[in-house]
């Protein structure tokens, strides 16, 4: 089977990443990288071998599939081209700005036999990956995603920055549609929301607390589960998981009749797992484990909390200063 001709679209912090791990995939040919920063492009394509071009239309015709690593204001009109041109494309998250976009590009991939798969990259954390044979029917849910300031970070909200993340693990867990958000959210050192809250009210009586900040003194990325019996939690920066149920116990547990389990995985590298199923999604014609759908799903739910912050949160702001 001949490689999977592959380019990447943005080659910034991220999409920088992106061209290093395509070119050590033996099933992938990187056939250039693209950026607007023709200097940057240059930069990029020579550190990985590959050719350098400063419009992404220049590869049309060249490639099976990309990444696109662009701003998110950009991702629609280049996704765009390449759907309509038969390219499969791995979209970094969030997959649009609004649901109409995502909408069309879902339709497009779709009229075209072709494949989105949404860059929600901790999905392939492999705790994550092991939460499929634990979480059965969670009742409540906490989360927090807490980053040091990082200002490149800033030209969009905290809520489509980081805490999308959790929305999508938490979607992909509940199944059940959402009942009722209450939000709030405030910004501090940028113009968009840096610090943001969530409570997401399930139609199946489930529960979901979601805190993501840009500004903590500290990083910290943990989910915690509470089902019948079983208390589960998670630390995506070691890949580990904690699980606490009924069973037999040491007598000197810190909790009595509880059995306590650590469960951890070898170190691995979320972002090379993700571009691998990318390229075997490709290959085999296989739906990928993140799909267009699963995006435009996991943004719906951010902007609504963004509305929320928008009609509870700022109202107050102005009224304090």
Known sequence: MKKVRVGVIGVGYLGRYHAEKYRKIPEAELVGVVDIDANRAETVGRSVGTRSYGDHREILGMVDAVSIAVSTPNHFSIAKDFLKEDVDILLEKPITTTLEEADELIEIARSHGRFIQVGHLERFNPAVLALEGIVRAPLFIESHRLSQYKPRCTDVSVVLDLMIHDIDIILNFVNAGLREIRAAGMPLVSEHVDIANA??????????????????????????LFQKDQYISVNFSDQEITVIDKGESETDSLIPGMRIRRLAFPKEDALEAELKAFIESVRYRRPPMVSGEAGRNALRIALQIMDQIRTTSYPLLKGAL
Do not use: Q
Request: proline share 0%; charged share 35%.
């Open 199 to 224: 409570r997401m009210e399930f139609e199946n009586g489930c529960i979901a607390n979601i805190t993501a900040s840009r500004i903590s003194l500290k990083n910290e990325r943990k989910l915690r």
